[in-house]
């Protein structure tokens, strides 16, 4: 039965409802969100949009299985704790994925409204009550008297560690950093997640009852063999990906080049943004290239924008229909003045005289037959090399695990990446060790890593009130 405190909500209402946005004119001289999420008139007509399908296909498309159905059935009543305490359930941080996660390839892609038309905004409903809940879904089970470490506070750890807190094992959160939130914090900047959003998430956790000991170096401080003789009875491992990859084409080394890590590092987590303010130095050059084509090339084509370049490019081997990034975040660069070169590749950077960036080597490149990934590989056009006019270069090609921890930790199975090698459940080569996010293969979005980390709790706690001999259980 319709709620009577909300409006009815007419046939020729039923679509698709548009997110709201700051103009681009206005949002580029700041920092500040550039979704503004739905309206409650809008959140109400969208949930009503939802055909509530009896096997629906959406929450089979979402890596940490939410009741997608559920929620928007809440918000549509106009119970909005009601919806987050379902959101919760399967997600500790979805005023984060309502924000990062790319729906528009998993669960709005499996929506029945997709066939023939726009699929219910998922993420922004996500959002809308996320936005909205005062934060009091804190049911946790009794004690269960076991500790659990947790290497990493990003989105992986977050997951790994609210699931078992709730679950009544003891858990303690490790960061290198001196803020929490990993990738959250130091990688995605404000204007697509707020500060005060990962924050929220965070104390949600902390709520929870777990534990966040920061600068912290897991490798360094302290060894995960010292943890396990220390009292933990399991570590998981949600360190991340934080070695940026390069190129390997000459000139990378001249003043003036960025890998994407480093310069939203400086950007996110230590305030350069805000320089002089905050004592982190950042050269930004008038005339820059961002090479590569996912969502962090886009966040650091904005966010070089906003402080103050006059020309930003972004340089992709391949073409837009195959570049990784969201379609939103594209459009989101493309409205802010980020110009875009496709079927592009760097062979070179030129230096001056004092060793800095003056530009750009390139080639251009055609599709030929599908690689490995699928998507059709990029052939160099011979003799089609030109040049551009830059003085900085952002490389955001990917990223690789650290080594500390591989090296650290004995008969820890990785690959030749050094990613370390799980099974299906999260386990490592280690007992009482196991891993997901970036540091293990094929892990590269936010709710891809929360998945993983679902998983890996859910084979932990089984594992912990489990009787059996671990070694036993470890080859079950």
């Not at 949930?47 to 629906?56: D, H």
């Not at 076991?146 to 078992?164: F, H, N, Q, R, Y």
């Not at 006019?389 to 990446?417: C, F, H, S, W, Y």
Request: aromatic share 4%; charged share 25%.
């Amino acid at each position: 039965m319709r709620n009577k405190s909300q409006p009815r909500v007419p046939n020729s209402a039923l679509k698709r409802q548009e997110v709201r946005k700051r103009r681009p004119s206005e949002r580029t001289g700041d920092f500040e969100e550039v979704s503004l999420g739905l309206s409650p008139e809008q959140a109400i007509i969208e949930a009503s949009r939802c055909l509530q399908c009896p096997t629906p296909t959406c929450d089979k498309a979402c890596p940490v299985g939410i009741d997608i159905p559920g929620f928007i059935a809440q918000i549509k009543s106009g119970d909005l704790e009601a919806a987050v305490k379902v959101l919760r359930n399967r997600n500790s941080i979805p005023e984060v994925t309502g924000r990062v996660c790319p729906q528009e390839r998993l669960c709005e892609a499996a929506c029945v409204l997709a066939r023939k038309g726009q699929p219910i905004a998922i993420g922004a409903l996500e959002r809308y009550a996320a936005d909205s809940s005062l934060g009091q879904e804190l049911d946790v089970q009794k004690p269960t008297g076991e500790k659990i470490a947790v290497i990493g506070s990003g989105p992986a750890g977050l997951t790994v560690a609210a699931d078992l807190q709730r679950l009544g094992h003891e858990v303690t959160i490790f960061e290198a950093l001196h803020e929490a939130g990993g990738v959250l914090t130091y990688g995605i900047p404000s204007f697509r997640l707020p500060k005060d959003i990962t924050k929220k998430a965070i104390d949600y956790i902390r709520r929870l009852g777990v534990k966040i000991e920061k600068d912290i170096i897991i490798g360094r401080t302290l060894t995960i063999d010292e943890l396990l003789n220390s009292g933990y009875d399991a570590v998981f491992i949600g360190s991340g990906a934080g070695s940026p990859k390069f190129l390997g084409i000459p000139g990378e080394n001249l003043n003036g080049v960025y890998s994407a890590n480093e310069f939203l590092t400086r950007c996110n987590l230590m305030r350069a943004i805000r320089f002089p303010e905050y004592d982190t130095p950042l050269f930004v050059g008038e005339r820059i290239a961002v090479v590569g084509g996912g969502n962090v090339v886009m966040d650091a084509a904005r966010t070089s924008i906003r402080l103050g370049a006059k020309e930003v490019n972004v340089i992709y081997r391949r073409t837009g229909k195959e570049m990784p990034a969201r379609i939103e975040e594209v459009e989101n660069a493309k409205s802010e003045g980020v110009q875009f070169r496709t079927l592009t590749n760097p062979v070179r950077i030129l230096g001056d005289s004092s060793s800095r960036v003056k530009g750009m080597e390139c080639v251009k490149m055609e599709l030929g037959e599908p690689d490995a990934s699928g998507r059709r590989r990029p052939i160099e056009m011979k003799g089609s090399n030109f040049t551009l006019d830059l003085d900085m270069i952002i490389i955001a090609i990917g990223q690789g695990p650290n080594p500390i921890i591989r090296q650290t930790t004995p008969q820890l199975k990785v690959d030749e990446d050094g990613y370390i090698i799980v099974d299906g459940r999260g386990r490592t080569s280690r007992p009482r060790i196991w891993a997901a996010g970036d540091i293990v293969p094929a892990s590269n979005t936010v709710i891809a890593a929360m998945g993983g980390g679902r998983s890996a709790a859910r084979d932990m706690h089984l594992f912990l009130i489990s009787k059996k001999e671990q070694a036993t259980a470890w080859n079950d």
